[in-house]
C-alpha cells in the first residue's frame, strides 16, 4: 500500500500553534526547554509532530513560558483544512441563538400552548439517557437541545412554583453544558456551566448546586485554571459535608460528593500534584463503596467511574505504563454509560502511544469508535494521537490509522 503523506502542518497541530507562539514571543527551543524543564530535544519533536504534548501540566508551562492563554495551543483551526471537521455546525448554531436569548425572556418568546413542567423535566432525563447510551449522542441531542432549552426556560418563566421551574432550568441547562464540553465549543460550555449554577442557586437545590459545582470545573480545566477548578469541587464538597453525617445520606447527594472529588482529583493530577490526586481519588472510592450497585443517573458516578478515573488519573500524571496495566483489569463494560466507555479507551490508546505501541493504540481507538463514533470524531486528543501515529507512519499500523484519520475527517478522503 503507497504510503500517504498528509500536509505537514495538519499533522503537527498543537506543535505549530506552540511553535507560532513562541517565535511571536521571541521565545528560542533552548530557552523554551529551560523554563519548562523539557529537553531542546522534546521541544523540537512537539513543534514538528514527531510526537505530541500529552500532559496538560506541559502545555499550562509553555503557554506561561511564551505569553499566551492554553487556549490558543489547544485551538483547533488546523482542522478546517480538511472538509468535514466541524460536525453540527448548525446545531451549535442554533444552540448558540438559544443561549443568548436567554438573558431576556422577553426574547425567548412565550408559545401559544405551554409546556408542562413534568414534560420538559421528562425530556430532560431522556436526554440525559441519551447522552449515556447512544452512540450518536452527540448527533441526536444536537437537534433537540434548541427546542429542550427554549421550553426549560419557558417553563421557568411561567410555572407557579419558580423553584421548581429553576430544578427543571437546571437539569436542562446541565444537559447543554454537557453536549457543548464534548463538541466541543469550551466558551458556550462555560456559559450554560454558569447558567445552570445561577439556577441552581435558585431552585436552592444542593444537589444541583454541587452538580453546578463540577460542571463549571470542567471550564475552568479547560481553560487552564487547575488550582481554581479543584478549589470550586472542594468547596462545594464542603457544603455537602453536613448533610451526608446521619447513617442513611441522601444517594443523590452522595453520589455528587463522590463525583466532586473525581473531579478535583483530575485538577491535581493536571497540577502534577501526585499525593493530592490519589488522596481525592480514595475519597470518592469511599463514596462508592457507600453507593454499592448504584450509578448517578448523570454523572454516572460509581464503582466502575471511580475505576476510570484512577486511569484517568495515571494518563494526566504521563504513567503510560500504569495506564496500559490498569486498563487489562478494569471492566469497562460493567459502566452504564458510552461516553465513561469510550473515554477510558481513549486514555488507554494515550499510553500505548507514549509507549510506542502503535499497532495496540489503533487498536483500541477503533474498540473506542465502536463504541461511539461521536466521541471518538470530536475528541481533540484522539486527534492528536492520529496526528502522530501518521507522522510515524508505521507499517502494520498504517492502514488503520489512515482509514480512522480519513473517517474522522483529519485527513481527506
Request: net charge negative; aromatic share 4%.
Amino acid at each position: 500500500m503507497d504510503r500517504i503523506e498528509p500536509a505537514p502542518t495538519l499533522l503537527r497541530g498543537i506543535g505549530s500553534n506552540i511553535a507560532a507562539h513562541r517565535r511571536a514571543a521571541g521565545v528560542t527551543q533552548t530557552d523554551l526547554a529551560g523554563r519548562i524543564g523539557r529537553s531542546v530535544q522534546w521541544v523540537s519533536a512537539v513543534e514538528q509532530g514527531r510526537r505530541h504534548a500529552d500532559r496538560l501540566s506541559d502545555l499550562l508551562h509553555i503557554a506561561a513560558a511564551v505569553g499566551c492563554q492554553v487556549e490558543d495551543l489547544i485551538g483547533r483551526p488546523v482542522d478546517t483544512l480538511a472538509p468535514g471537521t466541524r460536525p453540527r455546525a448548525q446545531d451549535v448554531d442554533a444552540v448558540r441563538a438559544v443561549v443568548l436569548r436567554s438573558p431576556m425572556p422577553a426574547l425567548v418568546g412565550v408559545p401559544d400552548q405551554l409546556p408542562a413542567l413534568e414534560d420538559v423535566d421528562a425530556r430532560v432525563s431522556d436526554a440525559w439517557r441519551t447522552w449515556h447510551g447512544s452512540s450518536h449522542a452527540h448527533s441526536t441531542l444536537g437537534a433537540q437541545l434548541p427546542q429542550l432549552l427554549t421550553d426549560a426556560m419557558t417553563v421557568h418563566h411561567t410555572a407557579p412554583d419558580r423553584r421548581a421551574g429553576a430544578r427543571v432550568l437546571a437539569g436542562a441547562w446541565q444537559i447543554t453544558r454537557q453536549w457543548l464540553h464534548h463538541i466541543p465549543d469550551g466558551e458556550l460550555a462555560w456559559i450554560a456551566a454558569d447558567r445552570a449554577m445561577t439556577a441552581a442557586r435558585e431552585a436552592d437545590d444542593p444537589h444541583l448546586i454541587a452538580l453546578g459545582a463540577w460542571a463549571l470545573s470542567a471550564s475552568y480545566r479547560r481553560a487552564g485554571q487547575q488550582d481554581e477548578a479543584t478549589r470550586l469541587c472542594l468547596a462545594a464538597a464542603d457544603e455537602l459535608r453536613p448533610r451526608l453525617d446521619d447513617s442513611r445520606p441522601d444517594t443523590d447527594l452522595l453520589a455528587a460528593y463522590g463525583m466532586l472529588h473525581l473531579a478535583a482529583a483530575i485538577s491535581a493530577a493536571q497540577s502534577d500534584e501526585d499525593t493530592r490526586a490519589w488522596a481525592l481519588h480514595n475519597v470518592a472510592n469511599g463514596a462508592a463503596r457507600a453507593l454499592g450497585d448504584r450509578y448517578h443517573p448523570w454523572t454516572m458516578f460509581g464503582h466502575g467511574n471511580v475505576d476510570i478515573h484512577g486511569l484517568a488519573v495515571n494518563a494526566e500524571l504521563g504513567r503510560a505504563d500504569d495506564v496500559v496495566e490498569l486498563s487489562r483489569r478494569l471492566n469497562i463494560d460493567s459502566v452504564p454509560s458510552v461516553e465513561r466507555r469510550t473515554r477510558v479507551l481513549i486514555d488507554t490508546a494515550r499510553g500505548h502511544v507514549q509507549r510506542g505501541e502503535d499497532e495496540a493504540a489503533i487498536l483500541v481507538l477503533l474498540d473506542a469508535e465502536e463504541v461511539s463514533t461521536d466521541e471518538v470524531r470530536d475528541s481533540g486528543l484522539v486527534h492528536e494521537l492520529l496526528r502522530e501515529l501518521l507522522h510515524r507512519d508505521r507499517a502494520r499500523a498504517r492502514k488503520h490509522v489512515q482509514a480512522l484519520a480519513r473517517r474522522i475527517g483529519l485527513i481527506a478522503a
